[in-house]
């Protein structure tokens, strides 16, 4: 029931002038019924959003969130769907935060086009400024970039560039002198443990052969320092592509769920480039779409080396290159392709070190479980604070 306090007399003259019509603060009255019905419908449809949301639904998320885009009318009021929301706001039951949930939906989504719609959405609403942000730009220095000219500018060798066997070098090297060690400890020990590491080694050899090496490298990123050294490397694919533009369909840590996905290796970040794609479809293929494609692959390896000062993973990245060398009309010879991996290597890791804060925003909020939305929410907050 309205409460309705009215304190303005018949004749205000013979009041004083605070108790005038035009004062009455002293009326208080509960919004009009239609207002509460617009906004319980309104709370309605933000329901139906959440539940797109864990759906994993891109295309009614963003249907959703375009229909309450503001629209200014022709006397230039906000429209009555953008009112509600920032009714629903001040009442804390929402928040124009809930937009950034909808990039979490688009890992499920095969349409990559509606993916690419959904952070230019973002984008024009003001959510993503420093997307695409290096698109556009040539960074200073030679094309031609020997093994002299990359140790000159990243100082370090050609080797400390380039993926690692396991086993070979780095912590793995430590995993297998200790593995190697203990084995040969039991055996001096008197204890046969030869049938047992056969088996072992037959199970190894089974997973490499049918699931892609996946069940070891679930068994591996659950060590510390491989693990933080998967989101190094994921979060330089992640951040690279972010700032050249690519849309960013998400990233996948799970070796389970990456083999699911045809993702070979341990993990990897999908991103995806319109103009390379459309020029595949069309036979050929533009050199500033291919340096960009190639400078968000080797950015994983370039991240691991900014870090850490060499990389170990990044083999499934070099293949993916030289698979896509060999689309090109005409193929890259192995020098040319050689050069073109090491400048891609270079941009990735000057393009890092301008950016390493937002790097390490990046790694930090994929070591905490967040999700696509929460990491590159990390990612524009701390650019935007550095300015």
Avoid at 20 to 46: H, I, M
Avoid at 236 to 252: E, F, N, Q, S
Avoid at 322 to 339: F, G, H, K, T
Avoid at 364 to 374: C, D, H
Wanted: net charge neutral; with cysteine; hydrophobic share 40%.
């Amino acid at each position: 029931m309205a409460l309705i306090i009215n304190l303005t007399p018949p004749n205000p003259n013979i009041f004083p002038h605070f108790l005038s019509p035009k004062l009455s603060f002293l009326s208080l009255q509960t919004p009009p019924r239609n207002t509460r019905s617009k906004t319980r419908a309104a709370l309605r449809e933000w329901q139906e959003y959440e539940e797109a949301v864990k759906r994993k639904d891109l295309a009614g998320a963003l249907t959703f969130l375009k229909s309450i885009e503001p629209i200014e009318s022709v006397n230039g009021s906000a429209s009555a769907a953008e009112s509600t929301r920032s009714r629903l706001a001040e009442l804390g039951l929402v928040g124009y935060e809930r937009d950034w949930e909808v990039l979490d939906t688009c890992l499920n989504a095969d349409d990559m086009k509606l993916v690419c719609s959904a952070y230019g959405f973002l984008k024009d609403r003001g959510f993503l400024p420093n997307f695409g942000k290096c698109r556009n730009i040539v960074l200073e220095g030679p094309r031609n970039v020997t093994p002299t000219v990359l140790k000159s500018s990243t100082g370090l060798e050609v080797s400390k560039l380039s993926p690692k066997k396991w086993g070979v070098s780095g912590s793995s090297s430590v995993v297998l002198v200790a593995f190697l060690g203990g084995v040969s400890f039991l055996l001096s020990q008197g204890i046969d443990v030869r049938p047992n590491l056969a088996a072992i080694l037959g199970l190894a050899f089974m997973d490499s052969i049918f699931l892609g090496g996946s069940c070891l490298a679930q068994i591996s990123s659950y060590w510390p320092p491989n693990r933080r050294r998967i989101l190094v490397h994921e979060a330089g694919h992640l951040l690279t592509a972010y700032l050249m533009g690519c849309p960013i369909r998400g990233v996948v840590l799970d070796p389970i769920v990456a083999m699911q996905m045809g993702i070979q290796g341990q993990a990897g970040t999908q991103f995806w480039d319109e103009k390379m794609a459309n020029d595949l479809a069309e036979g050929r293929l533009d050199g500033t779409a291919f340096d960009r494609y190639c400078m968000v692959l080797f950015a994983g390896i370039a991240a691991e080396a900014l870090v850490y000062g060499e990389a170990e993973g990044g083999e499934n990245d070099e293949n993916l290159f030289r698979s896509i060398c060999v689309l090109l009309q005409p193929p890259l010879s192995v020098a040319e392709m050689s050069n073109q991996a090491r400048w891609s290597v270079l941009q990735s890791y000057n393009l890092l070190k301008w950016h390493r804060h937002a790097h390490r925003a990046a790694v930090k909020a994929l070591e905490n479980g967040g999700s696509l939305s929460v990491v590159i929410r990390s990612i524009e907050e701390t650019m935007s604070s550095s300015i």
